[in-house]
T-cell receptor, first 114, second 113 residues
């Protein structure tokens, strides 16, 4: 069956450290994968998009990698801050021809402790 | 731009009542999506529109759910009759054709008693 999985357990890290979140998928050949941030009671906010032919993408303190062989994306936040505490969602476009129907993970909760 | 605007933010109703959720997408966006989010199932796509035309409604749970987009600046999601299992947060999102990034509203939290 087709699945997309994120760490179900909350991630707690110390301020200043690098947070690494994982998104694994099976039985898809995604055209691209996206990461969103969601705060309690708010809608998801787009962070980064990485395409199938890209290995890595960066934006300020954020870095995303995409390994289509391992069927995995890693999301890194360097020099983490308490303000980075939120739930992070990954979403993939199942195929190039139907890329408006994103498949979403359940999210990983990140807590950055001061 | 004000972003995607949804109303109401919170709705509490009794089983059997009709519920109408509203969405105003970002001006210039030609795609509009309705999602439902629960703890157990996460974000689920219900339906999406392109240029006001419904493209895929395969995620709509059953005939009790309907969605319309009468013009480029307004969409509704209606549940009639509502049931307790419809309790969730409903999100509207919009985007334009040359990007995959979705812009979400703040959601409508629905509680059906």
């Amino acid at each position: 069956s087709q699945k997309i999985e994120q760490n179900s357990e909350a991630l707690n890290i110390q301020e200043g450290k690098t947070a690494t979140l994982t998104c694994n998928y099976t039985n898809y050949s995604p055209a691209y994968l996206q990461w969103y941030r969601q705060d309690p009671g708010r809608g998801p906010v787009f962070l980064l998009l990485i395409r199938e032919n890209e290995k890595e993408k960066r934006k300020e303190r954020l870095k995303v990698t995409f390994d289509t062989t391992l069927k995995q994306s890693l999301f890194h936040i360097t020099a983490s801050q308490p303000a980075d505490s939120a739930t992070y969602l990954c979403a993939l476009s199942p195929s190039a021809g139907n890329n408006r129907k994103l498949i979403w993970g359940l999210g990983t909760s990140l807590a950055v402790n001061p | 731009d004000a972003g995607v605007i949804q109303s109401p933010r919170h709705e509490v109703t009794e089983m059997g009542q009709e519920v109408t959720l509203r969405c105003k997408p970002i001006s210039g966006h030609d795609y509009l999506f309705w999602y439902r989010q629960t703890m157990m199932r996460g974000l689920e796509l219900l339906i999406y529109f392109n240029n006001n035309v419904p493209i895929d409604d395969s995620g709509m749970p059953e005939d009790r759910f309907s969605a319309k987009m009468p013009n480029a600046s307004f969409s509704t999601l209606k549940i009639q009759p509502s049931e307790p299992r419809d309790s969730a947060v409903y999100f509207c999102a919009s985007t334009h054709a040359n990007t995959g990034e979705l812009f979400f509203g703040e959601g409508s939290r629905l509680t059906v008693l």
